[in-house]
């Protein structure tokens, strides 16, 4: 008992010190992050919807994103999903606009956040100790097949936009759906070249196998998977095969690992993902209230097993493993989701997962490209290729 004992301590005292380590690592670093839905939680908050002063991030809020648990996770910058559901059907535009509304007063709301849109501005919010806010579209159905629209909504500040949600677009195969277009259509292949040409990283999470490939061979600029994980550990369609993973370093593209635990854990996604799958067909056609009243009654029935950090550290070693280490950031998806790792509920989680890497002997180098600065790396290519294309 006595030896068990002094063992237990050794352990704790291993823990505490990696920890340590993490936080002190975290405050140096850019921590990026991909993806978070609080605009979406701000819309859909059942007291104030929509009310962004209501959902005042100084205190107490429903979700898993406020300022005190950012500071907590040491976020730097933050790419906000301004995302809106493709199920709906129409009146895309006008909910886009809605989002980036919600999200632009958010940012200006908060002294701690700084309005975003290069990769100049963000090292310059994290020399003032403030959090670089960039805008992220999720689902290209939003553009309702113009490019004009997609040219309108980077002049408002979006960054990057996912070519597909969970739907099909009569130019791109979602992964949510069988395709019913191999890929990109030649539109398709238009708007990726137009994201190269405006600056806008093409982001590939939610997007089906043959969308990644087209993506990957059109597109001159590093593509980014804002909240994926690797499906050769979890095999589901939202995650990246090892085939595309290889590719990353020719393209110079990253892989955001996601921590919803229906990505990274089998036994969850077994119960999990066809859940999301019933949400999807229930809320075709619906108005955005009734999508998202249909999304909280299914997901609340769930019963799912617990899920660890070291499953989210094992997607990245994978990852690091087939497509290099500078191909790798975090994209958490909180607010998005209601299933986490124990231990990694909310924003304040983030030195936890470092330090987890750091007992496998993680050096302080690859971590800091794990943290941002591979994200940061594709966001600066995707300029000069933006400056390059427009000297033409």
Same mark, same amino acid.
């Given at each position: 008992m006595l030896a068990f004992a002094a063992v237990n301590t050794v352990a704790h005292a291993d823990e505490d010190k990696a920890l340590t380590h993490a936080r002190q690592l975290l405050k140096k670093v850019i921590?990026?992050?991909g993806h978070n839905d609080l605009p979406w939680a701000i819309r859909t908050d059942k007291q104030a919807p929509g009310d962004v002063a209501a959902y005042d991030l100084n205190g107490a809020v429903p979700g898993q994103t406020d300022l005190k648990r950012l500071e907590q996770g040491s976020v730097g910058a933050q790419f906000w999903s301004v995302y809106i559901p493709g199920e709906i059907g129409?009146?895309?535009? +006008?909910?886009?606009?809605?989002?980036?509304?919600?999200a632009r007063r958010m940012i200006e709301r908060y002294? *701690?956040?700084?309005?975003?849109?290069? &990769?100049?501005? %963000?090292?310059?919010?994290?020399?003032?100790?403030?959090?670089? /806010?960039?805008?992220? !579209?999720?689902?290209?159905?939003?553009?309702? =097949?113009?490019?004009?629209?997609?040219?309108?909504?980077?002049?408002?500040?979006?960054?990057? !936009?996912?070519?597909?949600? =969970?739907?099909?677009l009569d130019w791109a195969d979602s992964a949510a759906q069988p395709a019913r277009h191999g890929g990109l259509t030649r539109f398709g292949e238009e708007v990726v070249l137009e994201m190269n040409r405006l600056g806008m990283l093409i982001?590939?999470?939610? %997007?089906?196998?043959?969308? !990644?490939?087209?993506?990957?061979?059109?597109?001159k600029a590093p593509v980014i998977f804002s909240h994926s994980s690797a499906r050769a550990l979890c095999d589901v369609p939202r995650n990246v095969p090892d085939s595309i993973l290889k590719r990353l370093p020719e393209n110079g593209g990253v892989v955001m690992v996601t921590f919803v635990a229906g990505f990274i854990d089998p036994e969850v996604a077994k119960i999990q993902v066809p859940a999301m799958a019933e949400i999807g067909r229930r809320a075709q056609g619906k108005s955005v209230e009734?999508? =998202? +009243?249909?999304?909280?009654?299914?997901?609340?029935?769930?019963?799912?097993?617990?899920?660890?950090?070291? *499953? %989210?550290?094992?997607?990245?070693?994978?990852? +690091?493993? %087939?497509?290099? &280490? *500078?191909?790798?950031?975090?994209?958490?998806?909180?607010?998005? =989701?209601?299933?986490?790792? &124990?231990?990694?509920?909310?924003?304040? /989680?983030?030195?936890?997962?470092?330090?987890?890497?750091?007992?496998?002997?993680?050096?302080?180098?690859?971590?800091?490209?794990?943290?941002?600065e591979n994200v940061l790396r594709a966001l600066a290519q995707a300029e000069d290729v933006s400056r390059r294309l427009n000297k033409k």
């Open positions: 921590l990026v992050d129409t009146g895309f535009a +006008r909910t886009q606009l809605e989002q980036i509304d919600i002294p *701690k956040f700084r309005f975003a849109t290069t &990769v100049e501005e %963000v090292r310059a919010a994290h020399r003032e100790g403030r959090i670089a /806010s960039l805008l992220g !579209m999720e689902g290209g159905h939003a553009i309702e =097949n113009s490019l004009g629209a997609l040219r309108a909504y980077y002049d408002l500040g979006v960054r990057y !936009m996912t070519l597909t949600h =969970n739907v099909n982001d590939l999470s939610h %997007v089906s196998d043959g969308t !990644m490939d087209d993506a990957l061979r059109v597109s009734e999508a =998202n +009243r249909i999304a909280e009654e299914v997901m609340g029935k769930l019963k799912l097993p617990k899920t660890s950090i070291a *499953k %989210v550290a094992d997607h990245i070693e994978h990852i +690091r493993k %087939v497509a290099g &280490v *500078k191909h790798i950031g975090l994209g958490g998806d909180y607010d998005g =989701n209601s299933d986490w790792p &124990v231990g990694m509920e909310d924003v304040s /989680s983030y030195p936890l997962l470092f330090a987890e890497l750091i007992r496998r002997g993680w050096s302080d180098e690859d971590l800091t490209l794990l943290a941002g």
